[in-house]
Antibody, heavy 124, light 106 residues
Framework: EVQLEQSGAEVKKPGDSLKISCKGY????????IGWVRQMSGRGLEWMAV????????KYSPSFEGQVTISADKSISTAYLQWSSLKASDTAMYYC?????????????????WGRGTLVTVSS | DIVMTQSPATLSVSPGERATLSCRAS??????VVWYQQKPGQAPRLLIY???TRATGIPARFSGSGSGTEFTLTISPMQSEDFAVYYC????????FGGGTKVEIK
């Protein structure tokens, strides 16, 4: 079955580092782009960063550039999102999602397959 | 940056009735809009892409329309499992989500 499997919930303190993961299952998964989407409690969706699993080409939302790092390991079809120093305001649900990327058409992407989410809680 | 504005924020509908959700773009995005459904405690699910094409497995009671700056998602007839939050997103430019419309039981 084609699916995205995310790592489990995390509870961290301000200043801690963190790396969460998203593993893709299905044929030829490494040819896809994967993105991370933040959803703070009771709020809407915000895309943060996307990465191509095969060559690790990345794109960041201006709102999140410099705040997080996206990376990938194509050998295991896995994307990662990491923070070097968490803040309480990073508390949120983080979804990974597969892009349907209209590459080379002048268009961008939407998300056609979603993981179940990783809840990150940052509290002292 | 393109801003996507959804209205209303909350829509009260009775089962069996029609729900009409709106999404407005701050500038033209042609037909490059998708709609997602998110139920409580679940991840979003793709419903509609290209403004009007249903994604795989999406029932025919969901329909999308519009182009340019005005888009509509219609659900008719509403069923119990359709009460959820709905988001639009444009991909004509740097992607942007709308703020969502919560469809609740009247």
């Amino acid at each position: 079955e084609v699916q995205l499997e995310q790592s489990g919930a995390e509870v961290k303190k301000p200043g801690d580092s963190l790396k969460i993961s998203c593993k893709g299952y299905g044929p030829n998964f490494s040819r896809y782009w994967i993105g991370w989407v933040r959803q703070m409690s009771g709020r809407g969706l915000e895309w943060m960063a996307v990465i191509h699993l095969s060559d690790s080409k990345t794109k960041y939302s201006p709102s999140f550039e410099g705040q997080v790092t996206i990376s990938a390991d194509k050998s295991i079809s896995t994307a990662y999102l990491q923070w070097s120093s968490l803040k309480a305001s990073d508390t949120a649900m983080y979804y990974c999602a597969r892009l349907y990327y209209y590459e080379n058409t002048g268009l961008y992407w939407h998300f056609d397959l979603w993981g179940r989410g990783t809840l990150v809680t940052v509290s002292s | 940056d393109i801003v996507m504005t959804q209205s209303p924020a909350t829509l009260s509908v009775s089962p069996g009735e029609r729900a009409t959700l709106s999404c407005r773009a701050s500038q033209s995005v042609n037909s490059n809009v998708v709609w997602y459904q998110q139920k409580p405690g679940q991840a979003p699910r793709l419903l509609i892409y290209g403004a009007s094409t249903r994604a795989t497995g999406i029932p025919a009671r969901f329909s999308g329309s519009g182009s340019g700056t005005e888009f509509t998602l219609t659900i008719s007839p509403m069923q119990s499992e359709d009460f959820a939050v709905y988001y639009c997103q444009q991909y004509n430019h740097w992607p942007a989500f709308g703020g969502g419309t919560k469809v609740e039981i009247k």
